[in-house]
């Protein structure tokens, strides 16, 4: 028969010794008390007296010696400082502590030192004992820390730790439904060249091959089709369960315009819901910086960039007189040129390029073509150059120099 559930539970003590159980053994004859003094003994002289200073180890021997005189001698003897001393764990204790135990050996067992080793055999408490910890305290602090009422209560911190928005998309607070605020960089001119090309340039089909003609873009028609371009593909992506911020237009890029310094692709049109009220197509206000007018448009009607693709587009100021009149008979200075900012083809011989320029200030600009120069090349050389009596002779004869067209603003650009 096992101990009842109210006892002192020595299965446990047994479990916790790694002994067997001990109830049995509770049954037996307690051992000779010659029995207990050689066991005494034995644990003593087993005693690891390495690295202690010699006054310590006196101190204890004395000490262990005097518990197994007692226990020889069928005297009561204090045990559990007896097993704290020579069974301290993986870590040995501080020499004050060895002291306090060897002096508790000296003193006699007591009614307090039976109910601890009754504490160290009974079953476990079914609730946690009562111990230096505040518990009241924590709990009242770390209910306040989780308390959900709050303003800004810790879930949502630690949420928001576990959220990475690299891209930016998100905005505003992340744990808000989430209203994205995609960007597509799709030039739109291209939409309407390949549906209705009409619409990009009225009268494309009616152009002589190998002409240049000076034109300029239409701000008020830029701001109607992308505000209408926005509008279908709004619909579409919330058709589609996109979540977007009301108001937000994906598509702001009509002419696919480069920033010079960066290379980057700039806007055309500022987002729709930031257009001041009461304002008209093509305002200003609706614009970016870089689109805030109307610009200047090239257009040719030439196989030339199909076959030469690298040719050399921009504008060069012309030079004046004395009196303040335009001088197209003097060079220009080439250094002082202005390239487009964007730029397109609408067919195989239909080329454009725009610039960031009033078009009224074209017609006091060169407008110059100019081959790039991949190395030097030559003529043929069954023209019979005179005078050619050497390879060097014939080379400086010979020799293909990079061409350069240039032609009057104010007589292409004259009607705008």
């Known amino acids: 028969m096992r101990s009842a559930p109210s006892a002192v539970h020595t299965d446990l003590f047994a479990r916790e010794t790694n002994r067997a159980p001990l109830d049995d053994a509770l049954t037996r004859r307690p051992p000779a008390t010659r029995t207990l003094g050689a066991t005494a003994k034995r644990l003593?002289?087993?005693?690891?007296?390495?690295?202690?200073?010699?006054?310590?180890?006196?101190?204890?021997?004395?000490?262990?010696?005097?518990?197994?005189?007692?226990?020889?001698?069928?005297?009561?003897?204090?045990?559990?400082?007896?097993?704290?001393?020579?069974?301290?764990?993986?870590?040995?204790?501080?020499?004050?502590?060895?002291?306090?135990?060897?002096?508790?050996?000296?003193?006699?067992?007591?009614?307090?030192?039976?109910?601890?080793?009754?504490?160290?055999?009974?079953?476990?408490?079914?609730?946690?004992?009562?111990?230096?910890?505040?518990?009241?305290?924590?709990?009242?602090?770390?209910?306040?820390?989780?308390?959900?009422?709050?303003?800004?209560?810790?879930?949502?911190?630690?949420?928001?730790?576990?959220?990475?928005?690299?891209?930016?998309?998100?905005?505003?607070?992340?744990?808000?439904?989430?209203?994205?605020?995609?960007?597509?960089?799709?030039?739109?001119?291209?939409?309407?060249?390949?549906?209705?090309?009409?619409?990009?340039?009225?009268?494309?089909?009616?152009?002589?091959?190998?002409?240049?003609?000076?034109?300029?873009?239409?701000?008020?028609?830029?701001?109607?089709?992308?505000?209408?371009?926005?509008?279908?593909?709004?619909?579409?992506?919330?058709?589609?369960?996109?979540?977007?911020?009301?108001?937000?237009?994906?598509?702001?890029?009509?002419?696919?315009?480069?920033?010079?310094?960066?290379?980057?692709?700039?806007?055309?049109?500022?987002?729709?819901?930031?257009?001041?009220?009461?304002?008209?197509?093509?305002?200003?206000?609706?614009?970016t910086p870089s689109a805030s007018s109307a610009d200047l448009v090239v257009l040719f009607n030439t196989p030339l960039f199909r076959e030469y693709p690298g040719t050399l587009v921009y504008l060069v100021p012309a030079l004046r007189d004395p009196n303040g009149a335009l001088n197209w008979s003097k060079r220009p200075d080439f250094a002082v040129r202005q390239f487009p900012s964007f730029q397109g083809r609408i067919s195989s011989e239909l080329t454009f390029f725009g610039f960031d320029l009033d078009p009224a200030l074209g017609a006091e600009r060169w407008v110059v073509l100019e081959e790039t120069v991949n190395g030097r090349r030559f003529f043929n050389a069954s023209q019979n150059p005179s005078n050619a009596t050497n390879g060097g002779d014939l080379a400086a004869q010979t020799v293909s120099a990079p061409r350069r067209v240039m032609i009057r603003g104010d007589i292409l650009l004259g009607g705008i």
Do not use: C
Request: aromatic share 6%; glycine share 6%.
């Open 44 to 287: 003593a002289t087993a005693f690891d007296r390495r690295g202690l200073d010699p006054d310590t180890v006196t101190f204890l021997d004395a000490r262990l010696k005097g518990v197994t005189d007692r226990l020889t001698a069928n005297t009561p003897a204090p045990i559990l400082p007896l097993l704290g001393l020579v069974d301290s764990g993986a870590a040995r204790p501080s020499r004050e502590r060895l002291r306090v135990l060897g002096d508790a050996l000296n003193a006699a067992p007591d009614s307090e030192d039976l109910a601890a080793l009754g504490t160290k055999l009974a079953r476990p408490p079914a609730q946690p004992v009562t111990t230096a910890f505040d518990l009241a305290g924590a709990s009242n602090e770390i209910a306040t820390v989780f308390d959900p009422t709050v303003d800004r209560p810790s879930i949502v911190d630690r949420v928001l730790a576990g959220i990475t928005d690299a891209a930016g998309f998100v905005e505003g607070e992340p744990t808000m439904p989430v209203e994205l605020t995609p960007e597509l960089d799709l030039p739109a001119w291209q939409f309407l060249r390949d549906n209705a090309s009409e619409w990009l340039l009225p009268g494309a089909g009616t152009i002589d091959a190998d002409s240049v003609v000076g034109l300029k873009t239409n701000p008020a028609f830029v701001d109607a089709f992308l505000l209408g371009l926005n509008a279908q593909l709004v619909a579409e992506l919330r058709f589609r369960n996109y979540p977007l911020i009301p108001g937000w237009a994906p598509v702001r890029t009509f002419w696919d315009r480069a920033n010079a310094a960066s290379g980057a692709t700039e806007h055309d049109i500022l987002e729709i819901a930031a257009w001041p009220p009461d304002t008209p197509f093509g305002s200003p206000a609706h614009q």
